[in-house]
């Protein structure tokens, strides 16, 4: 079974009721670079927008199959914890994280990854969800789903600053270093 074409989410049982969530973005990068930037350990931190109070506790092993994250999410008095474990990691391709407890009832999101051309790659995060208890079906529609467009709008901003600029960077060291070669060789100066 494949949910929305996601390999990820095929071994995944979507809970019945579940809220879908999607957001895509292209970017400006070969899909090692868009992989890597989402491997490195600071990275979660990064992608988390300042006022939702969300603090990696332990990242565990990393993303990676089995490993469990820890986090707080929100401010005093209302912060609670996040405890998410990593599944169907599949390098370069997607990987997938499940709540296992959360303001959420039901939360999970797989992040899937593609080459979608020279030098480009495309980013969906997918999410379902149940909201909390206090919150109920229809005000989970109306309130959270835009509250996760604000949020994952920032996380695909940040992704393309954060691999974008280092692209350009990587660029400008490998023709400063050309031209550097060039001098020291005794080429054109």
Same mark, same amino acid.
């Given at each position: 079974?494949?949910?929305?074409?996601?390999?990820?989410? $095929?071994?995944?049982?979507?809970?019945?009721?579940?809220i879908?969530?999607?957001?895509?973005?292209?970017?400006?990068?070969?899909?090692?670079?868009?992989?890597?930037?989402?491997?490195?350990?600071?990275?979660?931190?990064?992608?988390?927008?300042?006022?939702?109070?969300?603090?990696?506790?332990?990242?565990?092993?990393?993303?990676?199959?089995?490993?469990?994250?820890?986090?707080?999410?929100?401010?005093?008095?209302?912060?609670?914890?996040?405890?998410?474990l990593?599944?169907?990691?599949?390098?370069y391709?997607?990987?997938?994280?499940?709540?296992?407890?959360?303001?959420?009832?039901?939360?999970?999101?797989?992040?899937?990854?593609? $080459?979608?051309?020279?030098?480009?790659?495309?980013?969906?995060?997918?999410v379902?969800?149940?909201?909390?208890r206090?919150?109920?079906?229809?005000?989970?529609?109306?309130?959270?789903?835009?509250?996760?467009?604000?949020?994952?709008?920032?996380?695909?901003?940040?992704?393309?600053?954060e691999?974008?600029?280092?692209?350009?960077?990587?660029?400008?060291?490998?023709?400063?270093?050309?031209?550097?070669?060039?001098?020291?060789?005794?080429?054109?100066?």
């Amino acid at each position: 079974m494949k949910i929305n074409g996601s390999p990820a989410a $095929a071994a995944l049982k979507v809970s019945p009721g579940a809220i879908h969530f999607r957001k895509t973005s292209d970017f400006d990068v070969p899909l090692d670079d868009l992989w890597a930037f989402h491997m490195r350990p600071e990275a979660l931190s990064l992608l988390s927008p300042p006022l939702t109070g969300f603090r990696v506790v332990d990242r565990g092993a990393g993303v990676a199959n089995g490993s469990v994250l820890r986090a707080d999410v929100g401010r005093w008095p209302l912060k609670q914890g996040w405890v998410a474990l990593h599944v169907a990691v599949e390098p370069y391709r997607s990987f997938t994280d499940i709540a296992l407890e959360s303001p959420f009832r039901y939360w999970v999101h797989v992040h899937d990854f593609e $080459a979608i051309g020279s030098g480009k790659s495309r980013l969906t995060d997918s999410v379902w969800f149940v909201p909390p208890r206090h919150v109920g079906r229809t005000l989970g529609r109306i309130v959270v789903k835009p509250l996760l467009r604000l949020m994952f709008s920032w996380r695909h901003r940040v992704t393309r600053r954060e691999t974008e600029n280092n692209a350009k960077r990587r660029s400008v060291l490998r023709n400063q270093n050309a031209l550097c070669g060039q001098g020291l060789r005794g080429g054109p100066s």
